[in-house]
T-cell receptor, first 115, second 113 residues
Framework: EAQVTQNPRYLITVTGKKLTVTCSQNMNHEYMSWYRQDPGLGLRQIYY???????DKGDVPEGYKVSRKEKRNFPLILESPSPNQTSLYFC??????????????FGSGTRLTVV | QKEVEQNSGPLSVPEGAIASLNCTYSDRGSQSFFWYRQYSGKSPELIMFIYSNGDKEDGRFTAQLNKASQYVSLLIRDSQPSDSATYLCAVAKNSGGYQKVTFGTGTKLQVIP
C-alpha cells in the first residue's frame, strides 16, 4: 500500500529534551515536506526537501532540523523543544505539483505536547 | 493579505443540498490548485486538483477555477453527513526551482441530516 508512515502518533515530552519524529514513504517520491498545524493558522511549512541531500527552510523553520540521507526517509528533529512547539505535525510527500502531478500524500500526523 | 484565503465557516447545509466552498489566492503566478478534506484529528486527503480554467468533475465533486478572478471553488452535490469535515484549499507554483505550496486555513462544513 502506497503510504507515508509517521511515528510516533502521540508524544509528550519536557522542555529541552531532544526528540525525533520519523517519516518514511514508499512511493519513490522526490519531494518531501514537514508541516505543523495550529488552530486558526492552518498548515505551515517547516522544511522541505526536493531530493536526497537537498533540504531548505519553509515558513517556520526556527527550532527544527531535518535531514534527507535516503530518498524514502525525512526525519524531523527538535534539538531543544519548547512549549510553543506543541502542535500537530504532518509529513507529506509528492512526485510533483506541476501540471500532471497529484499533490501531497500526508502521513497520519504526530501530536506533540511539550511541557 | 493572506496568500490563500478561505472562509472559516462553519458552513451548514442540509443533507442532499449542494455545498459551495470558495477560496481566493493572491499570487497570479499560481499554477496548480488542490482541494483536501480533513476530518477532525486526521490527516488531509486529496479530493481534487485542477490546473486549467473551467470546471472539473469527479463524482459528486466539481472544482471550478477562474484565474482571471483568482478564485477556486469546490461544489459538493447531494451532500452527505459523511462530508462533514474541514476543506483545505492549496495553491502551488514553481518558485526559484522548487514548488511552493500554500494552504488556506480551511472551511468547516457541517451537513445536517
Amino acid at each position: 500500500e502506497a503510504q507515508v508512515t509517521q511515528n510516533p502518533r502521540y508524544l509528550i515530552t519536557v522542555t529541552g529534551k531532544k526528540l525525533t519524529v520519523t517519516c518514511s514513504q514508499n512511493m519513490n517520491h522526490e519531494y518531501m515536506s514537514w508541516y505543523r498545524q495550529d488552530p486558526g493558522l492552518g498548515l505551515r511549512q517547516i522544511y522541505y526537501s526536493m531530493n536526497v541531500e537537498v533540504t531548505d527552510k519553509g515558513d517556520v523553520p526556527e527550532g527544527y532540523k531535518v535531514s534527507r540521507k535516503e530518498k524514502r526517509n525525512f526525519p524531523l528533529i527538535l534539538e531543544s523543544p519548547s512549549p510553543n512547539q506543541t502542535s500537530l505535525y504532518f509529513c507529506a510527500s509528492s512526485f510533483t505539483f506541476v501540471r500532471g502531478g497529484d499533490g501531497y500524500t500526508f502521513g497520519s500526523g504526530t501530536r506533540l505536547t511539550v511541557v | 493579505q493572506k496568500e490563500v484565503e478561505q472562509n472559516s465557516g462553519p458552513l451548514s447545509v442540509p443533507e442532499g443540498a449542494i455545498a459551495s466552498l470558495n477560496c481566493t489566492y493572491s499570487d497570479r503566478g499560481s499554477q496548480s490548485f488542490f482541494w483536501y478534506r480533513q476530518y477532525s484529528g486526521k490527516s488531509p486527503e486529496l479530493i481534487m486538483f485542477i490546473y486549467s480554467n473551467g470546471d472539473k468533475e469527479d463524482g459528486r465533486f466539481t472544482a471550478q477555477l477562474n484565474k482571471a478572478s483568482q478564485y477556486v471553488s469546490l461544489l459538493i452535490r447531494d451532500s452527505q453527513p459523511s462530508d462533514s469535515a474541514t476543506y483545505l484549499c492549496a495553491v502551488a507554483k514553481n518558485s526559484g526551482g522548487y514548488q511552493k505550496v500554500t494552504f488556506g486555513t480551511g472551511t468547516k462544513l457541517q451537513v445536517i441530516p
